[in-house]
């Protein structure tokens, strides 16, 4: 909304000596206090859907918020950030084990009788 100032000061007419010209509130002065409010208020954002102008700032949201919060460019850019950091991720089929690696590098293995481990000696498991 833009900044409404107030044109005329009606509350120091007041305190002009009766008969003073000034005192009298004239029709112009009423005029040009409605139209600025309602300037003002023409340049108001709606509740529903409003169009902003310039660039909108917020608050960014903690990582992993998952609520009807406002999400900035900053949060998303951190949750894309974070998708690309999993994807280093990839499980491997080593005969009837699972081999889990980031970023090419064995670090956890599945076996076939159902026990999980980390990986001790990596070297070992990148040659699988």
Do not use: C, H, W
Request: charged fraction near 15%; proline fraction near 3%; glycine fraction near 6%.
């Amino acid at each position: 909304m833009a900044n409404y100032l107030k044109a005329t000061d009606f509350a120091a007419k007041d305190a002009l000596l009766s008969g003073d010209p000034n005192k009298i509130v004239k029709g112009t002065e009423i005029d040009d206090e409605f139209d600025a409010i309602q300037t003002a208020v023409n340049s108001k954002a709606n509740i529903a859907s409003p169009a902003f102008t310039g660039t909108p700032t917020a608050p960014t949201a903690a990582a992993g918020t998952n609520t009807t919060q406002v999400a900035t460019t900053a949060f998303v850019t951190t949750a894309t950030d974070n998708i690309s950091t999993l994807s280093a991720f990839t499980i491997e089929e080593v005969g009837t084990d699972l081999l889990f690696k980031y970023n090419g590098t064995a670090v956890a293995k599945l076996s076939s009788a159902g026990s999980f481990s980390t990986v001790d000696n990596v070297t070992a498991y990148d040659t699988l």
